[in-house]
């Protein structure tokens, strides 16, 4: 999923960039972490603490080249502020529910400056047109040059690529092969009978349990608050594989190219 800038600007001395749409807003999580001054090397620490919902992968053209990073969405944003002890994430909170609410109610964040020298708007919106004129040039460029690899390359199925990554994965990574959310795929599989809900946690049926489908971690927030997570193997990741294609007719969005 390629996400585009609706907002950009300078808040509390940072670099402030909304993504998305006005309704479902994002925000990069390294770019967080930077404006709470989160030590940025330790971001997927802070990610751990976001219920999957809250968080998801997308690409961003960011040097050159698309490259996928991992966004909050709004109440993962908030949710991060929250942990935060930090005063100056209550301060951006504040500053972000601002504006949003502005982006919603007018299509975009106006600060005093702008609203009173239309002369100084009308530069910024320029500069914002040129910018996004270079970005989706740039873009285009790339997709041409990565359509022009592809073509040469043998198509790799998604069994190939799951079995080049050995690591275990959270159920958005999953959910983005699908072209969905987390949330859509936790309820599919609800569904197929494959998980159920305890808390805030989905827990595999017995059935399944066993078979060496997933790994739980969980992660200390502070001394009175730990969160478990499910994590998913290569082994559940193609069993999921089987499940989606044999029981729903449905497929990973490399294997939908195929057959379109």
Avoid: C
Avoid at 39 to 61: A, H, P, R, W, Y
Avoid at 114 to 130: F, G, S, T
Avoid at 177 to 206: C, F, P, R
Avoid at 235 to 254: A, E, M, Q, V, W
Wanted: overall charge neutral; charged content about 30%.
């Amino acid at each position: 999923m390629e996400l585009t800038i609706i907002n950009e600007q300078e808040v509390l001395g940072k670099h402030f960039t909304v993504y998305g749409t006005a309704d479902e807003p994002l925000f990069v999580a390294k770019d967080v972490a930077e404006w709470i001054e989160y030590d940025v090397s330790s971001v997927n620490k802070m990610l751990d603490k976001i219920d999957e919902d809250e968080k998801l992968v997308g690409t961003l053209f960011r040097s050159g080249q698309n490259r996928e990073v991992w966004f909050l969405t709004e109440n993962g944003l908030y949710e991060v502020l929250m942990q935060s002890r930090k005063p100056l994430a209550k301060e951006f909170k504040k500053k972000v529910k601002e504006i949003l609410k502005s982006i919603r109610k007018h299509g975009l964040y106006a600060i005093d400056d702008l609203l009173e020298n239309p002369d100084m708007a009308i530069a910024a919106l320029q500069k914002l047109k040129e910018e996004r004129q270079l970005r989706l040039q740039a873009q285009e460029e790339v997709a041409q040059k990565n359509q022009i690899i592809q073509e040469l390359q043998p198509k790799a199925t998604y069994y190939d690529l799951v079995l080049q990554n050995k690591s275990l994965v959270p159920i958005s990574v999953i959910a983005k092969d699908y072209g969905m959310s987390a949330t859509k795929l936790n309820k599919i599989l609800h569904e197929l009978k494959v998980q159920y809900k305890q808390g805030s946690t989905w827990l595999l049926y017995q059935k399944y349990a066993g078979k060496g489908y997933t790994q739980s971690k969980t992660h200390t927030i502070d001394a009175d608050y730990s969160k478990m997570h499910t994590y998913w193997t290569q082994k559940g990741r193609l069993f999921l594989y089987d499940l989606l294609k044999n029981k729903k007719g449905i497929l990973p969005l490399i294997e939908q190219q195929d057959v379109a």
